[in-house]
């Protein structure tokens, strides 16, 4: 089946720096990429998706590439602050959303 | 509109003993999704309604797991002699059908003792 990994585990930059999020996935038929953050004790919110007839897609500070041919997509945050502080799920799965298969989440920390 | 909701937010129960909980989708969504999240990792997949039908299960859903919605709006998860293993938030999202975006409710998290 699906399998998605998520690198780095924990991020911890300074406030107003980048933080990049990579994720790489294993199924071919894969073609939606929706990156989600989730707080402490709530639901996950999602924050950005791409499509794989997209490469990039971008939304104020926040972007998401995607590389089809090496199963590859990326999360980057810029002009970072403390309220980013949470941990990102990347997830894949299809447009008709029957399920998403997620990443193991990445803790990111914005210090002031 | 307020969203997907789930009760109850917490719950702690014996092992061998039945629980319920219910979730409250957005109302116009027809696709309604379980999944569970374990500490420290990602939801996983359970299952999914589209209106009131049930249309894929996953592995991780034993036979002492069973999901209803039957009118096509509300849904419940009933898990049946509760193991200690089955500790975790059990997350529940509802999307549009044809539409990619789900949302999530803020999860029921289960403790078994």
């Known amino acids: 089946g699906e399998n998605v990994e998520q690198h780095p585990s924990t991020l911890s930059v300074q406030e107003g720096d980048s933080a990049v999020i990579k994720c790489t996935y294993s199924?071919?038929?894969?073609?939606?990429f929706p990156w989600y953050k989730q707080e402490l004790g709530k639901g996950p919110q999602l924050i950005i998706d791409?499509?794989?007839?997209?490469g990039e897609k971008k939304d104020q500070r926040i972007a998401v590439t995607l590389n089809k041919t090496a199963k590859h997509f990326s999360l980057h945050i810029t002009e970072t602050q403390p309220e980013d502080s949470a941990v990102y799920f990347c997830?894949?799965?299809?447009?008709?959303?029957?399920?998403?298969?997620f990443g193991t989440g990445t803790r990111l920390l914005v210090s002031p | 509109d307020t969203g997907v909701s789930q009760n109850p937010r917490h719950k702690i129960t014996k092992r061998g003993q039945n629980v319920t909980f219910r979730c409250d989708p957005i109302?116009?969504?027809?696709?309604l999704y379980w999944y569970r999240q374990t500490l420290g990792q990602g939801p996983e997949f359970l299952t999914y309604?589209?209106?009131?039908?049930?249309?894929?299960k996953s592995r991780l859903l034993s036979d002492r797991f069973s999901a209803e919605r039957p009118k096509g709006s509300f849904s419940t998860l009933e898990i049946q002699r509760t193991e200690q293993g089955d500790s975790a938030m059990y997350l529940c999202?509802?999307?549009?059908?044809?539409?990619?975006?789900?949302?999530f409710g803020q999860g029921t998290r289960l403790t078994v003792v």
């Open positions: 997830a894949s799965g299809d447009t008709g959303f029957q399920k998403l298969v």
């Open positions: 199924d071919s038929a894969s073609n939606y």
């Open positions: 791409i499509r794989s007839n997209v």
């Open positions: 109302s116009e969504h027809n696709r």
């Open positions: 309604f589209q209106n009131e039908a049930q249309l894929e």
């Open positions: 999202a509802s999307s549009l059908a044809g539409d990619t975006e789900a949302f």
